[in-house]
């Protein structure tokens, strides 16, 4: 089996984003725009590919991690210079050589793969992607002789108006020989501009009486290179699109695509409904039959079976099967809501566990608490838990009834059973069964 390894160029610093963030680390659909590129070009070639850094080098590294190996651009000299850069770690360790982008974050893994299988089966030193569109019009154009076969690029600049009219051009995706390739980076011409240009090697392949092979995509979006925070937007709707559409074909309904937000890395049970204006965001897991939404957040959390979430946000959460939650509930890091849990409108949960069966009215907090089954929360309950130096613990047991408007002061413990009264301030423990009343709370009798 012949082996293919891949070069992702990445070393560019992005000025026209006007950022101080490395290019290829800016965000698209909660992942670095880098990522898709190393995911495509893993997928295509079956190896980590080879990330050509250079400016914000260090950050690039930090943030992907071992997904990839890195060489460095210390001088930018062009992307034939940038590729060159591989040569040491990568000559005579594959048959082929696969080129593309960091900041082309939408080529998908399909089109390199075919780029890839076209070269592996064509006797010449590389094959080419083209995209026929009359939308870019500052890429260099393919030009084909009478027989059909890629004789040049003409950069944009260069061109004739003839040159200029056609619309076939180069969004700069290679499949090379690798031998081949090695030694025509050593014959490329210094450009003008003090430059070596990867495409001036189509050039050498020509002049040789080599063919140059071409793969078409039929996606003119997968053309679509980030220079700006226009082509950012842009890009950034084509991927959540077709996050959308993969939701929906894996039998989620999205009520309105247009105002659903899915990020790369969240998954999604069947029969789930997302409402309008729903925003799911990092390592979220979603059951199936849930109702997420309108107008809800969720992030990094993991949501049981037929879940109804409307008009909140919940973030490092863990939700059990049959909560219901909202509207305008916000559960915090932390938050666990075993099954069957309705948590009321204006609450708020940070690192608590509500019980089974339990119900939290609205317009409270409950903060640093374990409570148990069948426990209902009155309206306007808090658990005061922050005493100004450190945070304490309040524990209520199954089946207490806790009043509206209840304080709990922390460390505090309500037995099983246990009562208190509408407003009370309970800064003691309350022992099981018993029902207390009163600011501060006192126990007043036993309620069986």
Request: aromatic residues 4%; proline residues 5%; negative net charge.
């Amino acid at each position: 089996m012949p082996t293919i390894a891949s070069v992702i160029l990445a070393a560019g610093q992005g000025t026209r984003l006007k950022s101080k963030l490395p290019k290829v680390l800016h965000p698209l659909v909660g992942q670095p725009m880098a990522q898709y590129a190393i995911d495509a070009a893993r997928g295509a070639t079956g190896q980590a590919p080879v990330l050509v850094v250079g400016h914000g080098a260090e950050q690039v590294r930090t943030t992907l991690g071992d997904q990839a190996t890195y060489v460095t651009q210390a001088e930018q000299l062009g992307t034939g210079h940038a590729v060159q850069q591989a040569a040491p770690l990568l000559t005579g360790q594959s048959d082929y050589v696969l080129v593309t982008y960091g900041d082309m974050p939408l080529l998908r893994e399909a089109t390199l793969r075919t780029l890839v299988e076209k070269q592996l089966a064509h006797s010449g030193p590389l094959t080419m992607l083209t995209v026929i569109s009359p939308r870019y019009r500052d890429f260099g154009r393919i030009v084909r002789d009478a027989q059909g076969n890629v004789c040049a690029i003409v950069e944009a600049a260069q061109a004739t108006p003839e040159e200029f009219a056609l619309t076939e051009v180069n969004p700069g995706a290679y499949c090379f020989q690798a031998t081949w390739l090695w030694d025509a980076l050593q014959r490329i011409p210094l450009s003008p501009k003090g430059e070596y240009y990867l495409t001036d090697v189509i050039g050498l392949a020509v002049a040789a009486g080599l063919s140059v092979a071409s793969v078409t995509t039929s996606d003119e979006n997968e053309a679509i290179g980030v220079n700006n925070r226009v082509q950012l937007a842009q890009t950034e709707a084509v991927l959540r699109q077709r996050l959308n559409e993969h939701w929906m074909l894996e039998g989620v309904t999205l009520i309105d695509p247009a105002t659903t937000y899915i990020e790369a890395s969240v998954r999604i049970g069947r029969d789930t409904v997302l409402a309008p204006n729903t925003h799911l965001q990092g390592q979220t897991v979603i059951g199936e039959g849930c109702v997420i939404g309108p107008n809800t957040i969720v992030r990094d959390t993991v949501i049981g079976n037929d879940c109804h979430i409307e008009c909140s946000v919940v973030e490092g959460a863990v939700l059990a099967e049959e909560v219901e939650v909202g509207p305008f509930a916000h559960l915090r890091k932390g938050a666990r809501l075993e099954r069957g849990v309705h948590m009321g409108n204006f609450g708020e949960i940070k690192n608590s566990t509500l019980g089974p069966g339990t119900k939290m009215g609205h317009f409270s907090y409950i903060g640093d608490a374990t409570i148990g089954a069948e426990v209902n929360i009155g309206a306007g309950t808090i658990t005061c838990n922050y005493d100004g130096v450190k945070k304490h613990k309040t524990v209520i047991e199954d089946g207490v009834f806790v009043g509206s408007d209840s304080m709990l002061v922390a460390p505090i413990t309500l037995g099983a059973g246990a009562r208190t009264g509408a407003g009370s301030v309970v800064t003691k423990d309350v022992p099981a069964d018993a029902l207390a009343v009163g600011v501060p709370a006192r126990v007043i009798r036993k309620t069986k």
